[in-house]
């Protein structure tokens, strides 16, 4: 099978999807158009008319509807804060389309708050990763504007994303055609363990050993939800050949602890001069 990018549209059973753009209707303001939206409160923010001002409504209290006057309902369960759960089904059924050069690289952001996501092809090399624009993001972007910029729409089905990434970028989707096996294996037992609910981690500097010099020796999992329990499945192995990077001394303890330096104390044989 191979994708060509053709658009099939879709008819969804949920409600409409919203982001920055959409013609909402407001009973005290009429028309107007979203310009900003937070999946995580339920805040979006509106401009009616000539307004020069936008306006900050709350999807829960404040009654905004669609153009078509469909209400707008912010779901009390807590939304998806990342798309990796999304994307790790959307790769799985590439692999099965014979795209099994396709791979999946996740990781934190520095500050703890979001998690990155990279797509890339070729080559099965973790460390030099090649970067196409359109084929990274994070967290932080899709929690204001839950889109992959492929041209797909908010809520856009596995399928769908599947035709918007051969349609935004069908000669760098081409590059993953070809046979991996292992890897095309593990992820498909990752995604049967995980999904929906649940999404990997390939971040060195996950926090459930960021203070440790060990890496920990099974594969990190993250919640795609907040308040989300935590995972209780089986234990999952790291990718194919990801132990042969590192060294297997970084999975199993025996490697040696870095020296602590004091510097704020001066050792006793440390004589300074008094003037």
């Not at 596995?158 to 055609?177: I, M």
């Not at 790291?238 to 510097?263: I, K, M, T």
Request: charged share 20%; glycine share 8%; net charge neutral.
């Amino acid at each position: 099978m191979v994708y060509t990018g053709a658009v099939i549209a879709l008819q969804h059973a949920y409600m409409k999807p919203i982001a920055p753009g959409t013609v909402i209707f407001h009973r005290h303001r009429g028309y107007g158009v979203l310009t900003a939206v937070n999946l995580l409160t339920g805040w979006v923010s509106a401009r009616f008319g000539n307004e020069s001002r936008t306006l900050d409504l709350n999807l829960s209290t404040d009654e905004v509807q669609h153009a078509d006057g469909e209400a707008i309902l912010f779901r009390r369960e807590p939304p998806e804060r990342m798309p990796h759960a999304r994307l790790m089904a959307m790769v799985r059924e590439l692999h099965q389309a014979g795209y099994q050069k396709l791979y999946l690289y996740s990781w934190p952001k520095q500050s703890g708050l979001h998690w990155r996501w990279q797509l890339f092809t070729g080559p099965r090399d973790w460390m030099q990763r090649p970067w196409r624009e359109g084929w990274y993001g994070s967290g932080a972007d899709y929690n204001f504007n839950p889109v992959m910029g492929w041209g797909d729409a908010p809520g856009a089905t596995t399928e769908e994303l599947v035709h918007a990434l051969a349609k935004f970028d069908p000669q760098g989707l081409a590059q993953a055609l070809g046979r991996d096996e292992d890897h095309t294996a593990w992820f498909a037992t990752v995604c049967d363990a995980l999904l929906p609910h649940y999404a990997y981690s390939l971040g060195s500097d996950h926090q459930q050993h960021s203070q440790q010099q060990t890496m920990p020796q099974h594969l990190p999992v993250i919640a795609v939800r907040q308040r989300q329990g935590d995972y209780t499945g089986p234990a999952l192995d790291w990718p194919p050949g990801w132990e042969r990077l590192w060294g297997p001394a970084s999975f199993n303890g025996r490697r040696e602890q870095l020296p602590v330096v004091r510097h704020d104390i001066i050792p006793n044989a440390f004589n300074l001069p008094i003037p």
